[in-house]
């Protein structure tokens, strides 16, 4: 049975219990965090838990938490892989915890040839008031999320009312035109995504140009490439928009996950090695 952290305690998954008066349970009123690990550690975990608290501010939650590197280092030890996803769960009841469990592997082929996103029937308006904030009402993007896998797809695009690129269900979505990156701007309510941040850095620093604006479907459709960045999927290449096809994988696309893994080799694998040397068991 899988450990987890619950309240300050560890303790087996079944053990866990929210009572039913939680506003989790009743309206989904919460928030949540999924980050990647790697070789027993949280990838840019630090990233994720400002979000989260950034969040419940600005929507009245009380959230208080302890330092949650050494907690993920233990759960990581105690649960045997020293990969997989990290989930921070705080529930509208004061409830927070942790818990790892598997990534969902990519459907075959996805990082040599590419991806499909599906478009979701509905649209967004940015100004909603749970826009830009991961809670637990999250059954929406579920459903499309869901249908994009029952069609061999890795994601759901969402649009907003004028038919911009938001993002995706569990993703943020880029475009490349003339070696120039475009990604659709905070400013339009979307989820101010880790790996998203962390890609425009990366990128950035190594001289690509990237803007941050608004862009519709249309313009989308036109790009010589496409990617979108999760925590969990990292940076995919994606070969169909609907039904418009992209070349994929695409030069620029395959230097950014390049730059990606490099920052995770830096951050979470090279740093446990040396970790490891300096505290042999």
Known sequence: MPIAWFDGRYLDEDRARVPISDPALGWGIGLFEV?????????????????LVRSARE???????????????????RNGPQGGAVRLTCTGGGRCFLTIGPVRRLPRGTRTRGGVLRIAG??????????????????????????????????TLILGLRGEVLEGTRSNVFAVFGGRIVTPS?????????TRQTVIELCRGHGLAVAERRLPLRRLLEADEVFVTSSLMEVVPIRRVGARRIPAPGPITTTVARLYRGAVRRECLARNARDSRRNPR
């Open 186 to 194: 905070l400013g339009l309510g979307i989820l101010p995504g880790i």
């Open 35 to 51: 980050a990647r690990g790697y070789a027993g550690r949280a990838f840019r975990l630090d990233r994720h838990v400002a979000r």
């Open 59 to 77: 929507l009245g939650l009380d959230v208080h938490l302890p330092p949650l590197d050494p907690i993920v280092r233990r759960l990581f030890e």
């Open 122 to 155: 509905w649209r967004r308006d940015p100004r909603a008031p749970l826009a830009g904030h991961k809670t637990l009402n999250y059954y929406a993007n579920m459903i499309d999320r869901q249908r994009a896998w029952a069609e061999g797809g890795v994601d």
